[in-house]
Every structure is written in C-alpha cells, then in structure tokens.
C-alpha cells in the first residue's frame, strides 16, 4: 500500500467516526467533545483509541436482547412486589426502610431492584477476613457453588479459590465460575489456568471474550454457595485483596449476606451466566431455598450497565445523597463524577450535611489518579471535606447516609461504572449496618491526610498540569 495515502484514509477514517459520535451514539454532549478532539487533534492514533476505548454505536447490537430479557424477566418476577411497594399506602418493615422509601422505590422502579426485608449482614474490610469467610462457605457447599468475578488471578489466592472449587466439584457439587476475560487475562489467567475444575466437572464462563475492549467489562464481584450464603462488594480474587501486591496493604468493603437478599445474588448471576452460556438453570427449589429470617435487615440487590436503561446505581448514590440530613460518607478509588452527581454533593455540602470524601494516597492509574484528585478540589470550597487514605490502597466502593442508609459494591464513582461497565450494588437500610460502615470510615480517618483547601491551593504546578490534563480527557469511553 502506498503510504502517501495513509493520511488521508486516516482522516476518512475519523470523519467516519465523528458522523457515528455525533448523529448515532448520542453520547453525553461533554464525552463527544472530547472524543472529537482527540479525534482531530491526534488523527495518527485518535481512531486506535476511539475503536479500544469508545466505540458505543454497537452497544445496541451485543446487548439489546440481554436488556430484553433481563427487563422481561424481572418484571415477570417482581410485578406483584411492584404493585405492591410503590403503592404509598403499604409501611415497610423497619423505621430506616421507611424513612428511605423514596429511594427504594427508585430503585424499584429503574431496575425492579426486589426488597428483601429479613436479611444479616455480615461487613469485612480486610482480605484476610472476606476471603476466610468465603473458603469456609466454599467448603460447607452441599449442592452448588457460584462465583462471579471481574478478576482471578493466576496467583497464590487465585490457584487456592480454583484448588478449592476443584475439590468441591469432585465431591459432586455443580460448580459455576463466571469471570470476565479482560480483567482476569490482565490478572495472568486463562482457560489452561482452570482445567483443573473443568477437568473435576466444574464449569466456566468467559465474559465478553475480547480482550482488546476495554469498555463493556463484568466488574462485578459476587458469589453464591447453596443459595443460602452470598458475598457482594469491591474484593477481586489475588494476591493483591490480601496486601500482597504492588500497593501494599489493601483497604476494600465487602458483604457477607444471608437470607433472601441472596435469591437476588442468585437471580443476578444466573442472568450474566445465561448471557454468556445460554444456559438457564432455573428457578428451581435448591437454588431458592427458603432462607428462614437470620436477620433484620432491608438489602436491594441493584444492577448496573450497558444493558440497562437507566443508571440505577449512579441514580441511587444520588438519591441517598439528596435525602441526608446528617451526614454523607463516600469511599472509592476512583472519583471522576458527572455534574448530577457533582451538584447533589455540593447541594448538601451547603446545606449544613456534613459530608465526606475519602480517596487513595497513591495511584493504580495515575490518569485517572490525577483526574479525581481535580475533581475532588472543586468541591471543597463548598464545605466538602476530603481526605487521602494513608494506610495502603483504599479499594472500597461505599456510601452511607446519617448512619441508617448506604450501598457497598462494585460500582466505583466514575463514568466508567455509571456507563460501561456492568456493576452490582448492595443497598441497605439498617441502622445497625449503617453504623458500622460509618465506624470504619471514622477509624481510617485516623490513618488519613484531609485535602483542606489551602493543602489543594498550595499545589505545585507540575500537579496542577497532571490535573488539567487527566480531567480533560476524563469523560472519554
């Protein structure tokens, strides 16, 4: 091929691209920007970038009939409890559920997100916990096990979780383990990497199997043992969930739920897994066990992602914001907000709740590092307070409100998980619950550094740069 004409194809190219941005994937006005300018401000490599990173037009196409189904499903299921619950007249359960009803009703209503009232909760901030808790469901599994990860490294915790599995299935257990395959080949592993549960019987799923697309990723983190004991929140299987990686120590949140919150966990992964094996197992009794009551506690299990049509997750954190009256505290590794997020925090921030953000010391990706640290200095001036977790790497995705109402999950605060990747949160009502969550966030607070407007102002300019930089290109994907 000649290359005289390389610029040219290059240039048809990204018209090509910037017609479908503009007139076909009615993007946020904010990311089409800036994707046109990447596209004609880098036109050498702008096109790589659009096809790894911002290609939306065929969203409609991969997951129009996954949203079909789910949305039909759902509704088929929950349509009694629908009627039900959005009907002002019916009282919940617990005095928290009913001071929160408008956000329950949300959430019903953008993602039929099924209450469940009689639930315990089981809170673990540290690896070392959340992972001895799930090795030991692992190994009471009488008749199932079901796991769901964004990644599973082929590493000393990864081969312990597959040895494990591997073990139960030959016992005749049916094991099922959904990972998603750009995260997980990231990690080191593969499908050579499981042959050891394959080769016991156990069976996998590979989720959206290409891995040079970055967006459309499987970040959620759940598992599922007899449909009687779930797990929900921000842990991945390795080395690194148990400070043994790169960053060092590992601060991250995580559930351990029992009662009919985890038929949602269920439901949840049997939807992903009938995506991606079109095999269904079913709405049979030993996967819906009658869970008893082991607890008190209101959960939704709430989904999010490409395959939805409203950003449920992002929607609720909004909605949980906007009804505090006391208090909002916010962990997540990655802050990178959209303005209906932006404005709720600063909307309470002035309005006297007392809210709190608290975000890493140290960067995974410097990019996106950068661009939250931007982010979070604009709200400071508006009485939002922040802080810098010193004690490792904060990994945790949370909120709680006045100590009664939050979510922990997978969800990160950014446009990445309020638009591309698909996510599931755990949201809860619960006092009790609240109150631990809200005692954590107090007691990193003692290993954490507040980002006071002064500290912000009196950066240097070579920070100043990365800020400017990283929040330019924020909105892309």
């Given at each position: 091929m000649n290359l005289e004409f390389l610029p040219a194809i290059i240039l048809i190219l990204n018209s090509i691209f910037a017609v479908t941005i503009v007139f076909f994937e009615r993007r946020n006005p904010t990311a089409a920007l800036a994707w046109l300018v990447v596209l004609f401000s880098l036109p050498s490599i702008g096109f790589v970038l659009y096809l790894i990173f911002g290609q939306n037009y065929t969203r409609q196409r991969m997951f129009v009939i996954k949203e079909q189904e789910d949305r039909r499903f759902l509704r088929e299921t929950f349509e009694e409890q629908y009627r039900e619950f959005t009907d002002r007249r019916y009282r919940f359960a617990t005095p928290e559920a009913e001071e929160f009803r408008e956000t329950i009703v949300l959430l019903l209503r953008n993602?039929?997100?099924?209450?469940?009232?009689?639930?315990?909760?089981?809170?673990?901030?540290?690896?070392?916990?959340?992972?001895?808790?799930?090795?030991?469901?692992?190994?009471?599994?009488?008749?199932?096990?079901?796991?769901?990860?964004?990644?599973?490294?082929?590493?000393?915790?990864?081969?312990?979780?597959?040895?494990?599995?591997?073990?139960?299935?030959?016992?005749?257990?049916?094991?099922?383990?959904?990972?998603?395959?750009?995260?997980?080949?990231?990690?080191?592993?593969?499908?050579?990497?499981?042959?050891?549960?394959?080769?016991?019987?156990?069976?996998?799923?590979?989720?959206?199997?290409?891995?040079?697309?970055?967006?459309?990723?499987?970040?959620?983190?759940?598992?599922?043992?007899?449909?009687?004991?779930?797990?929900?929140?921000?842990?991945?299987?390795?080395?690194?969930?148990?400070?043994?990686?790169?960053?060092?120590?590992?601060?991250?949140?995580?559930?351990?739920?029992?009662?009919k919150a985890v038929q949602l966990l269920q439901l949840r992964f049997f939807l992903d897994w009938h995506y991606v094996t079109d095999e269904y197992p079913g709405l049979l009794p030993r996967y819906f066990p009658d869970p008893g009551t082991p607890g008190t506690t209101p959960v939704q299990i709430v989904s999010g992602g490409p395959d939805t049509r409203w950003n449920a997750i992002k929607?609720?954190?909004?909605?949980?914001?906007?009804?505090?009256?006391?208090?909002?505290?916010?962990?997540?590794?990655?802050?990178?907000?959209?303005?209906?997020?932006?404005?709720?925090?600063?909307?309470?921030?002035?309005?006297?709740?007392?809210?709190?953000?608290?975000?890493?010391?140290?960067?995974?990706?410097?990019?996106?590092?950068?661009?939250?640290?931007?982010?979070?200095?604009?709200?400071?001036?508006?009485?939002?307070?922040?802080?810098?977790?010193?004690?490792?790497?904060?990994?945790?995705?949370?909120?709680?409100?006045?100590?009664?109402?939050?979510?922990?999950?997978?969800?990160?605060?950014?446009?990445?998980?309020?638009?591309?990747?698909?996510?599931?949160?755990?949201?809860?009502?619960?006092?009790?619950?609240?109150?631990?969550?809200?005692?954590?966030?107090?007691e990193d607070l003692a290993v954490s550094t507040e980002i006071t407007p002064e500290r912000y102002r009196a950066r240097s300019r070579r920070v100043r740069f990365k800020e400017s930089v990283s929040r330019l290109f924020s909105p892309l994907g």
């Open positions: 993602n039929r997100a099924f209450l469940t009232e009689e639930n315990r909760i089981d809170l673990y901030t540290r690896g070392e916990e959340k992972f001895d808790a799930l090795f030991a469901a692992i190994r009471g599994a009488r008749d199932h096990i079901h796991l769901e990860y964004f990644i599973l490294n082929n590493d000393d915790l990864g081969r312990a979780v597959v040895r494990a599995l591997a073990e139960k299935a030959r016992e005749g257990v049916e094991v099922r383990l959904l990972f998603d395959a750009m995260g997980t080949r990231a990690g080191g592993g593969s499908r050579k990497a499981f042959s050891e549960l394959t080769d016991a019987g156990g069976k996998i799923g590979v989720f959206f199997p290409s891995v040079y697309r970055v967006n459309y990723r499987n970040h959620r983190k759940i598992a599922v043992i007899d449909g009687t004991v779930g797990f929900i929140g921000g842990f991945n299987i390795g080395d690194d969930y148990l400070g043994k990686g790169p960053l060092g120590p590992w601060r991250d949140t995580a559930f351990r739920v029992t009662g929607e609720g954190y909004i909605k949980l914001i906007n009804s505090a009256r006391e208090s909002v505290y916010i962990q997540t590794p990655y802050f990178i907000p959209d303005e209906s997020v932006t404005d709720a925090l600063r909307l309470a921030a002035l309005s006297g709740v007392d809210v709190r953000i608290m975000i890493p010391c140290k960067p995974d990706h410097p990019f996106v590092y950068w661009a939250t640290l931007s982010f979070v200095g604009d709200l400071l001036d508006a009485g939002v307070r922040a802080y810098t977790y010193d004690a490792g790497f904060l990994h945790a995705k949370t909120i709680v409100v006045d100590g009664k109402a939050g979510s922990v999950g997978s969800a990160n605060w950014d446009v990445r998980s309020f638009r591309l990747n698909f996510e599931a949160n755990a949201f809860l009502y619960d006092a009790a619950v609240g109150a631990g969550l809200a005692r954590a966030f107090e």
